[in-house]
């Protein structure tokens, strides 16, 4: 089962995407997490990066593409994969289409989370995402048992760079120019599957769980 979770900043790609490794057992692909990872090690492709998520900007494609490509090669993607966050323009989308050719497999479903764009920066401002597991949390949506401490492993909680105002302003911009444009590129092949993502998290995950076993 390989799926692409589509939806803008603060949609809820990251949130679903857990829940569904926790379900299915096969792993979830965010760039955003590898880019992040890269950044703390300091490798050269981090350093990069980093300007441009700081700026709200996306990454080159080429850099972003070399790093799917090698991750779907590894063992774990072999029964499946949650894509979140990749792919993000068209270029992207055309190289994982000609990739998964090559090893005889497609995309078997692109979910949309549909969204009210004005409620992201809400979403975002309020996220809080734990420093040593990744857990994600929200302050007033989906909080913590104890502020500022991970329920799952008592890390620390702290909020991501890019999401203070201005930045959010400008991903959802890039969103929109780069992005969104995918969702008529992926209905087009008869892929895409929509979901009101201003549901709650558990709504959510629900009417994805039956688009999956619509799949199947
Ligand atoms: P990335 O990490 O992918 O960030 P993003 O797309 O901006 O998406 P987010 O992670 O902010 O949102 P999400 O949809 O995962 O929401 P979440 O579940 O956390 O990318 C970061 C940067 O890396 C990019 O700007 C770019 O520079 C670079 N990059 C990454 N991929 C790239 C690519 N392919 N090409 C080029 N550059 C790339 O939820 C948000 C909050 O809302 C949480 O607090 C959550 O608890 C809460 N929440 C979730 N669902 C609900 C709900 N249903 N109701 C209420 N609250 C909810
Ligand atoms: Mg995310
Ligand atoms: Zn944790």
Redesign the pocket.
């Known amino acids: 089962m390989d799926l692409i979770l589509l ?10 995407a857990k829940m569904l490794v926790d379900r299915y057992g096969i792993p979830q692909i ?4 590898i ?2 990872a890269a950044v703390r090690e300091g490798t050269p492709m981090g350093i990069k ?1 980093k300007e ?2 700081d700026a ?4 080159p ?1 080429e850099v ?1 593409v070399g790093i799917v490509q090698e991750r779907l090669q590894q063992e774990d993607c072999a029964d499946g994969f949650i894509l ?6 068209v270029a ?1 989308a055309d190289a994982l289409e000609d990739s998964l050719k090559e090893s005889g497999r497609g995309i078997d479903a692109v979910i949309s ?1 549909d969204v009210d764009i004005e409620a992201l920066v809400g ?2 401002t ?3 995402t734990c420093k040593d597991c990744g857990a ?3 302050v007033k ?2 909080p913590p048992k104890t502020d500022l401490i991970c329920d799952k492993c008592g890390g620390e909680l702290i909020q ?1 760079q ?1 999401d203070q105002e201005s930045t959010i302003r400008e ?1 959802l911009d ?1 969103y929109r120019r780069q992005t969104a444009p995918l969702v008529d590129y992926y209905s087009q092949k008869g892929i895409l599957f929509r979901v009101d ?5 558990d709504s ?1 995950q629900s009417e994805i769980v039956q688009i999956v076993k619509g799949l199947t």
Do not use: C, E, N
Not at 7 to 16: D, F, I, M, R, Y
Not at 30 to 33: A, E, H, I, V
Not at 56 to 59: A, C, R, Y
């Open positions: 939806g803008p900043p603060g949609a809820g790609k990251g949130t679903q965010s760039t955003g997490d880019l992040r990066a441009y998520m709200g900007d996306l990454v494609d972003v979140d966050g990749f792919p993000r323009t992207q989370l979403r975002l309020g996220r809080r994600g949390y929200h949506f989906d991501r890019d991903r890039v993502g201003m549901a709650p998290i959510v």
